[in-house]
């Protein structure tokens, strides 16, 4: 798990892909004053702008580096133009949907955070991979089970 240096857990408007606030993913790589995300600012957001739906949370690892380089996507090179400090293995950034369930079908795709992947992720690949591949899978358990048992209050009190 992330540290809270590493991913704090300040609230957003957006939701994630349990249906909760959406969690900072990464807000200063590496010291780097840069935050992911496709607004920079450490969380997966997205909106109209952001084609690439920079929405999943992932922790990068070398092997994924090595496969998105070799499908012509360097994420290892910084290109400060777009305020991107170049991932090395154990940074916290958020990757677009479809990078990821191409690296997921290619055997390649890399750890994430359920609890800081945007909702609209949902749109690319089902939960069930998603909690799969989770670094935060128990913690993201007890937020489902806290969510069913109020809704089950609910329909109870309606």
């Given at each position: 798990?992330?540290?809270?240096?590493?991913r704090?857990?300040a609230?957003?408007?957006?939701?994630?892909?349990?249906g909760?606030s959406l969690?900072?993913?990464?807000?200063n790589?590496?010291?780097?004053?840069?935050?992911?995300?496709?607004?920079?600012?450490?969380?997966?957001?997205?909106g109209?702008a952001?084609?690439?739906?920079?929405?999943?949370?992932?922790?990068v690892?070398?092997?994924?580096l090595?496969?998105?380089?070799?499908?012509?996507?360097?994420?290892?090179?910084?290109?400060?133009q777009?305020?991107?400090?170049?991932?090395?293995?154990?940074?916290?950034?958020?990757?677009?949907?479809?990078?990821?369930?191409?690296?997921?079908?290619?055997?390649?795709?890399p750890?994430?955070?359920?609890?800081?992947?945007?909702?609209?992720?949902?749109?690319?690949?089902d939960?069930?991979?998603?909690?799969?591949?989770?670094?935060?899978?128990?913690?993201?358990d007890?937020?489902?089970?806290?969510?069913?048992?109020?809704?089950?209050?609910l329909?109870?009190?309606?």
């Open positions: 798990m992330a540290t809270e240096d590493e704090p857990q609230a957003s408007a957006a939701a994630n892909v349990l909760t969690a900072c993913c990464c807000d790589v590496r010291a780097s004053g840069i935050g992911t995300g496709f607004y920079r600012n450490g969380y997966c957001s997205t109209e952001d084609v690439g739906r920079h929405t999943v949370c992932v922790r690892t070398d092997k994924f090595e496969y998105s380089r070799a499908v012509g996507n360097d994420l290892s090179t910084p290109v400060p777009y305020h991107f400090p170049g991932l090395r293995d154990g940074d916290l950034w958020c990757l677009c949907a479809e990078r990821w369930v191409q690296a997921y079908q290619a055997w390649n795709a750890k994430l955070f359920l609890q800081a992947t945007h909702e609209k992720t949902l749109n690319y690949v939960f069930a991979v998603l909690r799969e591949y989770a670094l935060d899978g128990d913690e993201a007890l937020a489902l089970r806290q969510l069913n048992e109020q809704r089950e209050r329909k109870k009190m309606l």
